[in-house]
Protein backbone atom coordinates (compact mmCIF):
# COMPACT_ATOMS: atom_id res chain seq x y z
CA UNK A 1 0.00 0.00 0.00
CA UNK A 2 1.59 3.41 -1.03
CA UNK A 3 2.50 5.99 1.73
CA UNK A 4 1.28 9.32 2.10
CA UNK A 5 2.63 11.81 -0.70
CA UNK A 6 3.30 15.19 -0.69
CA UNK A 7 3.93 17.79 -3.28
CA UNK A 8 6.16 19.04 -3.67
CA UNK A 9 9.00 18.30 -1.43
CA UNK A 10 11.33 21.85 -1.43
CA UNK A 11 9.38 25.51 -2.13
CA UNK A 12 10.94 28.80 -1.86
CA UNK A 13 8.42 31.64 -2.17
CA UNK A 14 9.05 35.60 -1.57
CA UNK A 15 7.00 37.44 1.37
CA UNK A 16 3.71 38.33 0.21
CA UNK A 17 3.02 35.38 -2.43
CA UNK A 18 0.74 32.71 -2.03
CA UNK A 19 1.79 29.29 -1.71
CA UNK A 20 -0.50 25.64 -2.50
CA UNK A 21 0.80 22.62 -0.79
CA UNK A 22 -0.56 18.65 -1.74
CA UNK A 23 -0.93 15.71 0.15
CA UNK A 24 -2.42 12.54 -0.71
CA UNK A 25 -3.63 9.89 2.02
CA UNK A 26 -3.29 6.60 2.46
CA UNK A 27 -5.84 4.61 -0.30
CA UNK A 28 -8.94 4.41 1.86
CA UNK A 29 -8.26 6.83 4.29
CA UNK A 30 -10.69 9.91 4.72
CA UNK A 31 -9.06 11.54 7.11
CA UNK A 32 -6.29 14.72 6.69
CA UNK A 33 -4.95 16.55 9.26
CA UNK A 34 -1.66 19.18 8.64
CA UNK A 35 0.76 20.36 10.65
CA UNK A 36 3.69 23.07 11.05
CA UNK A 37 6.92 22.05 11.96
CA UNK A 38 9.36 24.76 13.31
CA UNK A 39 12.36 24.99 15.28
CA UNK A 40 10.86 27.23 17.75
CA UNK A 41 7.61 26.13 18.08
CA UNK A 42 7.52 22.61 17.32
CA UNK A 43 4.81 20.87 15.65
CA UNK A 44 1.71 22.45 15.42
CA UNK A 45 -2.00 21.58 14.36
CA UNK A 46 -2.97 23.28 11.64
CA UNK A 47 -6.49 21.75 10.69
CA UNK A 48 -7.97 18.49 9.86
CA UNK A 49 -10.59 17.30 7.03
CA UNK A 50 -12.57 14.37 7.03
CA UNK A 51 -14.67 13.65 3.71
CA UNK A 52 -14.32 16.75 2.32
CA UNK A 53 -15.53 18.76 5.74
CA UNK A 54 -13.29 20.46 7.89
CA UNK A 55 -13.70 18.75 11.30
CA UNK A 56 -11.13 20.58 14.22
CA UNK A 57 -8.81 23.59 13.54
CA UNK A 58 -5.78 24.92 15.23
CA UNK A 59 -4.73 28.17 16.30
CA UNK A 60 -3.77 29.80 12.76
CA UNK A 61 -4.78 33.33 10.89
CA UNK A 62 -6.87 33.33 8.63
CA UNK A 63 -4.39 33.27 5.92
CA UNK A 64 -3.54 29.54 6.45
CA UNK A 65 -6.67 27.76 4.56
CA UNK A 66 -7.23 24.27 3.22
CA UNK A 67 -9.92 22.27 1.52
CA UNK A 68 -10.47 18.46 0.76
CA UNK A 69 -11.09 16.77 -2.51
CA UNK A 70 -13.77 13.87 -3.19
CA UNK A 71 -11.00 11.51 -3.41
CA UNK A 72 -9.59 12.55 -0.19
CA UNK A 73 -6.60 14.58 -1.41
CA UNK A 74 -6.22 17.37 0.17
CA UNK A 75 -4.13 21.30 -0.55
CA UNK A 76 -3.44 23.69 1.92
CA UNK A 77 -3.00 27.26 1.23
CA UNK A 78 -1.29 29.86 2.80
CA UNK A 79 -1.62 33.22 1.57
CA UNK A 80 0.93 36.49 1.98
CA UNK A 81 3.45 34.86 2.87
CA UNK A 82 5.43 35.91 5.85
CA UNK A 83 9.40 35.06 6.96
CA UNK A 84 7.63 33.32 9.80
CA UNK A 85 5.60 30.88 7.63
CA UNK A 86 8.94 28.97 6.71
CA UNK A 87 8.74 25.43 7.95
CA UNK A 88 8.44 22.18 7.60
CA UNK A 89 4.90 21.47 6.84
CA UNK A 90 3.36 17.96 7.24
CA UNK A 91 0.19 16.39 6.65
CA UNK A 92 -0.77 13.03 8.35
CA UNK A 93 -3.45 10.36 6.74
CA UNK A 94 -5.91 8.24 8.95
CA UNK A 95 -9.06 6.62 8.46
CA UNK A 96 -10.91 8.98 10.08
CA UNK A 97 -13.11 6.86 12.48
CA UNK A 98 -13.71 7.32 16.07
CA UNK A 99 -11.50 4.06 17.60
CA UNK A 100 -9.01 4.39 14.62
CA UNK A 101 -5.96 6.72 16.37
CA UNK A 102 -3.15 6.17 14.14
CA UNK A 103 -2.14 8.88 11.83
CA UNK A 104 0.65 7.89 9.25
CA UNK A 105 2.41 11.18 8.13
CA UNK A 106 4.28 12.20 4.57
CA UNK A 107 7.85 13.24 3.84
CA UNK A 108 6.86 16.74 4.20
CA UNK A 109 7.11 20.29 2.48
CA UNK A 110 9.91 22.59 3.42
CA UNK A 111 8.81 25.63 2.52
CA UNK A 112 11.34 29.03 2.96
CA UNK A 113 9.78 32.11 2.52
CA UNK A 114 12.87 35.08 1.35
CA UNK B 1 -6.25 20.80 28.13
CA UNK B 2 -4.44 18.06 27.24
CA UNK B 3 -0.59 18.59 26.80
CA UNK B 4 2.56 16.36 26.76
CA UNK B 5 6.19 17.30 28.09
CA UNK B 6 9.30 15.77 27.55
CA UNK B 7 12.34 16.14 29.62
CA UNK B 8 15.60 16.79 28.07
CA UNK B 9 16.02 18.33 24.70
CA UNK B 10 18.96 16.26 24.09
CA UNK B 11 19.93 13.01 25.50
CA UNK B 12 22.95 11.18 24.61
CA UNK B 13 23.92 7.63 25.14
CA UNK B 14 26.45 5.06 24.10
CA UNK B 15 26.39 2.46 21.62
CA UNK B 16 24.58 -0.65 23.13
CA UNK B 17 23.29 1.13 26.34
CA UNK B 18 19.87 2.00 27.86
CA UNK B 19 17.80 4.54 26.03
CA UNK B 20 15.18 6.27 28.60
CA UNK B 21 13.24 9.13 27.11
CA UNK B 22 10.67 10.86 29.58
CA UNK B 23 7.25 11.53 28.83
CA UNK B 24 4.61 13.16 31.10
CA UNK B 25 1.37 13.92 29.83
CA UNK B 26 -1.42 16.22 31.54
CA UNK B 27 -5.17 15.39 30.98
CA UNK B 28 -8.17 14.67 32.97
CA UNK B 29 -9.40 12.34 30.97
CA UNK B 30 -7.39 9.25 30.14
CA UNK B 31 -5.30 9.61 27.05
CA UNK B 32 -4.40 8.32 23.88
CA UNK B 33 -0.27 8.72 23.79
CA UNK B 34 1.80 7.65 21.00
CA UNK B 35 5.58 7.79 20.24
CA UNK B 36 7.30 9.04 16.88
CA UNK B 37 10.23 9.24 15.49
CA UNK B 38 12.17 11.47 12.58
CA UNK B 39 14.76 11.00 11.09
CA UNK B 40 16.76 14.33 9.29
CA UNK B 41 14.73 15.48 6.08
CA UNK B 42 11.80 12.92 7.03
CA UNK B 43 8.19 13.04 8.08
CA UNK B 44 7.28 11.75 11.53
CA UNK B 45 6.92 7.41 12.30
CA UNK B 46 4.96 5.99 14.40
CA UNK B 47 7.38 4.20 17.18
CA UNK B 48 4.47 2.66 19.35
CA UNK B 49 0.68 4.14 21.04
CA UNK B 50 -1.45 3.65 24.10
CA UNK B 51 -4.97 3.54 23.81
CA UNK B 52 -5.97 1.78 27.68
CA UNK B 53 -5.47 -1.36 26.81
CA UNK B 54 -2.34 -2.93 28.16
CA UNK B 55 -0.21 -0.62 30.09
CA UNK B 56 3.16 -2.42 28.84
CA UNK B 57 3.58 -1.19 24.65
CA UNK B 58 5.94 -2.59 22.41
CA UNK B 59 6.50 -0.99 19.47
CA UNK B 60 8.70 -1.28 16.32
CA UNK B 61 13.05 -1.55 16.33
CA UNK B 62 13.05 -2.27 20.05
CA UNK B 63 11.44 -0.16 21.66
CA UNK B 64 8.70 0.29 24.12
CA UNK B 65 6.88 2.31 26.58
CA UNK B 66 4.97 2.13 29.82
CA UNK B 67 1.92 4.06 31.03
CA UNK B 68 2.00 4.74 34.61
CA UNK B 69 -0.93 6.93 35.69
CA UNK B 70 -0.43 7.63 38.95
CA UNK B 71 2.93 9.12 37.34
CA UNK B 72 1.26 10.93 34.61
CA UNK B 73 4.17 9.06 32.41
CA UNK B 74 4.61 7.68 29.27
CA UNK B 75 8.01 7.29 28.82
CA UNK B 76 10.28 5.08 26.28
CA UNK B 77 12.64 3.14 26.53
CA UNK B 78 15.40 0.46 24.76
CA UNK B 79 17.29 -1.96 26.31
CA UNK B 80 20.37 -1.57 24.01
CA UNK B 81 20.79 2.13 21.19
CA UNK B 82 21.88 0.98 17.94
CA UNK B 83 23.78 4.30 16.23
CA UNK B 84 20.66 4.08 13.80
CA UNK B 85 18.33 5.05 16.59
CA UNK B 86 19.59 8.27 16.63
CA UNK B 87 16.83 10.58 15.78
CA UNK B 88 14.49 12.94 16.81
CA UNK B 89 11.72 11.48 18.96
CA UNK B 90 8.17 13.11 20.16
CA UNK B 91 5.44 12.02 22.10
CA UNK B 92 2.13 13.01 21.48
CA UNK B 93 -1.48 13.10 22.81
CA UNK B 94 -5.12 12.69 20.78
CA UNK B 95 -7.42 14.91 22.66
CA UNK B 96 -11.21 14.21 22.48
CA UNK B 97 -14.38 16.21 22.51
CA UNK B 98 -16.52 13.63 23.89
CA UNK B 99 -16.16 10.44 22.10
CA UNK B 100 -15.00 12.30 19.17
CA UNK B 101 -11.99 11.70 17.25
CA UNK B 102 -10.55 15.38 16.67
CA UNK B 103 -7.77 14.00 14.03
CA UNK B 104 -5.56 16.11 16.31
CA UNK B 105 -2.25 15.48 18.01
CA UNK B 106 -0.52 17.69 20.42
CA UNK B 107 3.08 17.19 20.44
CA UNK B 108 5.95 17.46 22.81
CA UNK B 109 8.90 19.77 21.95
CA UNK B 110 10.94 16.62 20.91
CA UNK B 111 14.03 14.95 22.56
CA UNK B 112 16.92 14.58 20.14
CA UNK B 113 18.75 11.38 20.86
CA UNK B 114 22.73 10.80 19.90
CA UNK B 115 23.97 7.83 19.77
CA UNK B 116 28.17 7.22 20.54
CA UNK B 117 29.88 4.45 19.23
Known amino acids: KAGVTQTPRYLIKTRGQQVTLSCSPI?????VSWYQQTPGQGLQFLFE???????NKGNFPGRFSGRQFSNSRSEMNVSTLELGDSALYLC?????????????FGPGTRLTVT | AQSVTQLGSHVSVSEGALVLLRCNYS??????LFWYVQYPNQGLQLLLK??????LVKGINGFEAEFKKSETSFHLTKPSAHMSDAAEYFC???????????????FGQGTTLQVKP
Open chain 2, 27 to 32: SSVPPY
Open chain 1, 92 to 104: ASSSGWRDDYEQY
Open chain 2, 50 to 55: YTSAAT
Open chain 1, 49 to 55: YFSETQR
Open chain 2, 92 to 106: AVIPFHGSSNTGKLI
Open chain 1, 27 to 31: SGHRS
